[in-house]
Antibody, heavy 121, light 107 residues
Framework: QVQLQESGPGLVKPSQTLSLTCTVS??????????WSWIRQHPGKGLEWIGYIYYSGSTYYNPSLKSRVTISVDTSKNQFSLKLSSVTAADTAVYHC?????????????WGQGTLVTVSS | DIQMTQSPSSLSASVGDRVTITCRASQSISSYLNWYQQKPGKAPKLLIYAASSLQSGVPSRFSGSGSATDFTLTISSLQPEDFATYYCQQSYSTLYTFGQGTKLEIK
């Protein structure tokens, strides 16, 4: 059973960079075939897909965040990471990492429990 | 972006009721439509993928239908554990987008 766990600071100051890591267990990122995503949920609101990475390092980002987002992968640690620069209060959200179901359907089968990141001075 | 619009935004129902939630896409997405259930403080759970395929382990009272722009999620007989928020999501475009959610509450 694949499990994902987010980690990182819960409080980030405005204009700084938000950094989160997703640690994967029960499956190997380097085995390929799946896309590893970051998805966020503003408090009491809906879901926003941020972007994904493939084990090879290829990425695709939501154009609305593209100028501020970097997603990277460390296959040796079985982790992938999110960096979001120049944050504002609007970036306060629960951030989830997720894996798609089968590499083709675009549905998210495995999710981390999510971590709340608050942007505040 | 492909906009996903769910209706209703909230719904009150009783245990045993049949419930239908609708999701409309701003353009045709073929059958690239997925449904999720989310309970407070938890991650979303995949229920239906590719519009009508039931995810393994999901009770058969959940079903999905539709294609192109109009989709429905149906719960045939509501159980107490089904009271949650439901989201649709399109995966036709790699810029994945979600509906705003439908909160299903106990009447």
């Amino acid at each position: 059973q694949v499990q994902l766990q987010e980690s990182g600071p819960g409080l980030v100051k405005p204009s700084q960079t938000l950094s989160l890591t997703c640690t994967v267990s029960g499956g190997s990122i380097s085995s390929g075939g799946y896309y590893w995503s970051w998805i966020r949920q503003h408090p009491g609101k809906g879901l926003e897909w941020i972007g994904y990475i493939y084990y090879s390092g290829s990425t695709y980002y939501n154009p609305s965040l593209k100028s501020r987002v970097t997603i990277s992968v460390d296959t040796s640690k079985n982790q992938f990471s999110l960096k979001l620069s120049s944050v504002t209060a609007a970036d306060t959200a629960v951030y989830h990492c997720a894996r798609d179901k089968d590499g083709s359907s675009g549905s998210f089968h495995y999710w981390g429990q999510g971590t709340l990141v608050t942007v505040s001075s | 972006d492909i906009q996903m619009t769910q209706s209703p935004s909230s719904l009150s129902a009783s245990v045993g009721d049949r419930v239908t939630i609708t999701c409309r896409a701003s353009q045709s997405i073929s059958s690239y439509l997925n449904w999720y259930q989310q309970k407070p403080g938890k991650a979303p759970k995949l229920l239906i993928y590719a519009a009508s395929s039931l995810q393994s382990g999901v009770p058969s009272r959940f079903s999905g239908s539709g294609s192109a722009t109009d989709f429905t999620l149906t719960i045939s007989s509501l159980q107490p554990e089904d009271f949650a928020t439901y989201y649709c999501q399109q995966s036709y475009s790699t810029l994945y987008t979600f509906g705003q959610g439908t909160k299903l509450e106990i009447k």
